[in-house]
């Protein structure tokens, strides 16, 4: 059983064999405490086994209760109940969005957990004008938002190739996806946030009002508030997208291509890159979804190379600047050094290319693959090694894509903010590289969690200067290092405004004072 598994099994048993020697509250107690509170929600008691779900699959740590909340005012009495009940208390309080977290990040052991879902409101506003924004709920998805703002011929500028999650989960992560180099992760495209703190106090911040609380929180893991609201800037959306795939057979050109791109003035909307790795048949795989610019080549392409890359890129559109387009896709295209045979492309509306991934998620729910085990690695690889990092992990760690997709794509770091908590590498150009399993028959958790650890070892032996995104550390020694000279900025903010440690136990980054269990188990 490798690290990660382990981890979990000894945390489950030092739990219930009596580990925690602070003081507990029993939980008839702690039912009754809370359930004499003021409440517009409610709180359950009683079968609260999706709380200790996630979409990784890999831990179940039940709360004692789960908050239905019915305005930010019940968010805010429970942790401020949780706040007075004073360092000797272990109990402790996780939001959970759409319960996306991979390793039990919004999962909250004999705690609370709040369902920020419940917190919807008919309150989502959207303000055209000069610089439009919509104001919505922390608990809102994505992909609601989306069909609100549509409804003004707007849209948020910055996507997560996913939109079925919570405003406040990707915000307290980054927010990543094909449209980052351009417009930054989602916390750069934030004009103010309104926050519940670990003591329980409801604070309005923006970049010009309680501007550390701002910062803190995008990014910050939930470890210094929960968001229960969010302003997000819009732009004017467009009507179509023309979806386009080209395969490489050498990294350096598919890297090189890719950078060229991100640094133009006049590029595509959208730039993502895929490893595919030993499989066969991919073009046949793309023409159920799009059409090959030369048919004949494309049915006789083939190649002998284990390893190849996929780049895909969009150009928005509407359908009276068509014309336009072709124009400025072919004149990119032109500069690019693809495989001819491979350029694959289709026109799709802005929403169905947006909400691309949810369709793959109702056909893997058809078939009973969705809710499986997903030991996911994201990580950011600097610019200056990722060639290094590739042709160990491509060519020698990983024999297959291992029942998953692997992204591979480079931002700009200057459209990252560096005042907010999430960690980056240093220089202008870095990659985002996730690792998608399923852990389906041979590619179980323990083969794909010891994959996982074997490109970890490789970068930190081989100083990649690898960050994590989505971080899953286990002792406070991994964390320092993953914070580097931010730790002390970190840990600072946290006992501003989580002295006692009641937010985002999950993460596993701070301990409640009371609390015995070591960070290293």
Same mark, same amino acid.
């Given at each position: 059983?490798?690290?990660?598994?382990?981890?979990?099994?000894?945390?489950?048993?030092?739990?219930?064999?009596?580990?925690?020697? *602070?003081?507990?509250?029993?939980?008839?107690?702690?039912?009754?405490?809370?359930?004499?509170?003021?409440?517009?929600?409610?709180?359950?008691?009683?079968? $609260?086994?999706?709380?200790?779900?996630?979409?990784? +699959?890999?831990?179940?740590?039940?709360?004692?209760?789960?908050?239905?909340?019915?305005?930010?005012?019940?968010?805010?009495?429970?942790?401020?109940?949780?706040?007075?009940?004073?360092?000797?208390?272990?109990? %402790?309080?996780?939001? #959970?969005?759409?319960?996306?977290?991979?390793?039990?990040?919004?999962? *909250?052991?004999?705690?609370?957990?709040?369902?920020?879902?419940?917190?919807? %409101?008919?309150?989502?506003?959207?303000?055209?004008?000069?610089?439009?924004?919509?104001?919505?709920?922390?608990?809102?998805?994505?992909?609601?938002?989306?069909?609100?703002?549509?409804?003004? /011929?707007?849209?948020?500028?910055?996507?997560?190739?996913?939109?079925?999650?919570?405003?406040? /989960?990707?915000?307290?992560?980054?927010?990543?996806?094909?449209?980052?180099?351009?417009?930054?992760?989602?916390?750069?495209?934030?004009?103010?946030?309104?926050?519940?703190?670990?003591?329980?106090?409801?604070?309005?911040?923006?970049?010009?009002?309680?501007?550390?609380?701002?910062?803190?929180?995008?990014?910050?893991?939930?470890?210094?508030?929960?968001?229960?609201?969010?302003?997000?800037?819009?732009?004017?959306?467009?009507?179509?997208?023309?979806?386009?795939?080209?395969?490489?057979?050498?990294?350096?050109?598919?890297?090189?291509?890719? @950078?060229?791109?991100?640094?133009?003035?006049?590029?595509?909307?959208?730039?993502?890159?895929?490893?595919?790795?030993?499989?066969?048949?991919?073009?046949?795989?793309?023409? +159920?979804?799009?059409?090959?610019?030369?048919?004949? #080549?494309?049915?006789?392409?083939?190649?002998?190379? !284990?390893?190849?890359?996929?780049?895909?890129?969009?150009?928005?559109?509407?359908?009276?600047?068509?014309?336009?387009?072709?124009?400025?896709?072919?004149?990119?295209?032109?500069?690019?050094?693809?495989?001819?045979?491979?350029?694959?492309?289709?026109?799709?509306?802005?929403?169905?290319?947006?909400?691309?991934?949810? +369709?793959? @998620?109702?056909?893997?729910?058809?078939?009973?693959?969705?809710?499986?085990?997903?030991?996911? $690695?994201?990580?950011?690889?600097? #610019?200056?090694?990722?060639? !290094?990092?590739?042709?160990?992990?491509?060519?020698?760690?990983? !024999?297959?894509?291992?029942?998953?997709?692997?992204?591979?794509?480079?931002?700009? !770091? +200057?459209?990252?903010?560096?005042?907010?908590?999430?960690?980056?590498?240093?220089?202008?150009?870095?990659?985002?590289?996730?690792?998608?399993?399923?852990?389906?028959?041979?590619?179980?958790?323990?083969? %794909?969690?010891?994959?996982? #650890?074997?490109?970890?070892?490789?970068?930190?032996?081989?100083?990649?200067?690898?960050?994590?995104?989505?971080?899953?550390?286990?002792?406070?020694?991994?964390?320092? *290092?993953?914070?580097?000279?931010?730790?002390?900025?970190?840990?600072?903010?946290?006992?501003?405004?989580?002295?006692?440690?009641?937010?985002?136990?999950?993460?596993?980054?701070?301990?409640?004072?009371?609390?015995?269990?070591?960070?290293?188990?």
């Amino acid at each position: 059983m490798k690290q990660p598994v382990l981890q979990y099994l000894k945390l489950f048993l030092l739990l219930g064999l009596g580990g925690v020697t *602070a003081m507990h509250v029993p939980k008839q107690d702690v039912s009754a405490s809370l359930g004499a509170l003021s409440l517009d929600g409610h709180f359950s008691f009683h079968d $609260l086994s999706a709380a200790a779900q996630d979409f990784g +699959s890999l831990s179940c740590f039940p709360p004692v209760a789960v908050l239905h909340p019915g305005s930010v005012a019940d968010i805010a009495t429970t942790v401020r109940h949780v706040f007075l009940m004073g360092e000797h208390s272990t109990l %402790t309080v996780a939001a #959970r969005g759409h319960g996306h977290s991979l390793y039990g990040q919004s999962q *909250a052991v004999g705690g609370i957990v709040i369902r920020m879902e419940s917190l919807q %409101t008919d309150s989502m506003k959207v303000h055209p004008g000069v610089l439009p924004y919509v104001d919505a709920s922390g608990g809102e998805l994505w992909i609601n938002v989306l069909n609100e703002t549509l409804k003004y /011929g707007l849209a948020p500028k910055s996507w997560t190739d996913y939109l079925h999650l919570t405003i406040g /989960g990707t915000l307290s992560n980054a927010g990543v996806s094909g449209q980052t180099f351009r417009h930054g992760p989602q916390i750069s495209n934030v004009k103010e946030l309104e926050i519940v703190t670990g003591r329980g106090d409801v604070v309005t911040c923006s970049p010009q009002q309680n501007s550390n609380l701002f910062h803190a929180a995008l990014g910050g893991l939930g470890q210094f508030g929960i968001i229960t609201r969010a302003r997000i800037a819009l732009e004017p959306a467009p009507q179509m997208v023309r979806w386009i795939r080209v395969l490489y057979l050498d990294f350096a050109s598919f890297t090189e291509d890719q @950078e060229m791109l991100i640094s133009a003035q006049k590029t595509f909307d959208y730039i993502e890159g895929f490893v595919i790795i030993n499989k066969t048949g991919i073009l046949n795989n793309w023409r +159920s979804s799009f059409n090959p610019q030369d048919p004949v #080549r494309a049915s006789q392409f083939k190649t002998d190379k !284990k390893v190849l890359f996929c780049l895909e890129m969009t150009k928005n559109f509407n359908p009276e600047e068509a014309d336009i387009m072709e124009q400025e896709v072919n004149a990119l295209l032109s500069q690019l050094r693809y495989t001819p045979a491979s350029l694959f492309h289709t026109d799709v509306t802005y929403i169905e290319f947006l909400d691309r991934v949810h +369709s793959s @998620e109702l056909k893997l729910r058809a078939k009973g693959l969705w809710e499986v085990p997903h030991p996911w $690695l994201n990580l950011i690889i600097p #610019r200056s090694t990722i060639q !290094k990092f590739a042709t160990k992990v491509f060519e020698k760690i990983l !024999k297959d894509n291992n029942n998953g997709p692997i992204l591979i794509y480079p931002v700009n !770091k +200057s459209r990252w903010d560096n005042r907010t908590s999430v960690v980056i590498p240093d220089g202008e150009v870095f990659y985002l590289v996730g690792f998608l399993p399923s852990a389906l028959g041979p590619y179980s958790i323990e083969h %794909t969690l010891n994959l996982n #650890r074997q490109i970890i070892e490789f970068c930190n032996e081989a100083s990649i200067g690898v960050k994590q995104y989505l971080p899953n550390y286990t002792t406070e020694a991994e964390w320092k *290092a993953h914070y580097g000279a931010r730790w002390d900025t970190f840990q600072q903010r946290k006992n501003t405004y989580d002295p006692l440690a009641i937010l985002a136990p999950g993460q596993g980054i701070f301990q409640k004072a009371s609390a015995s269990l070591p960070l290293s188990l």
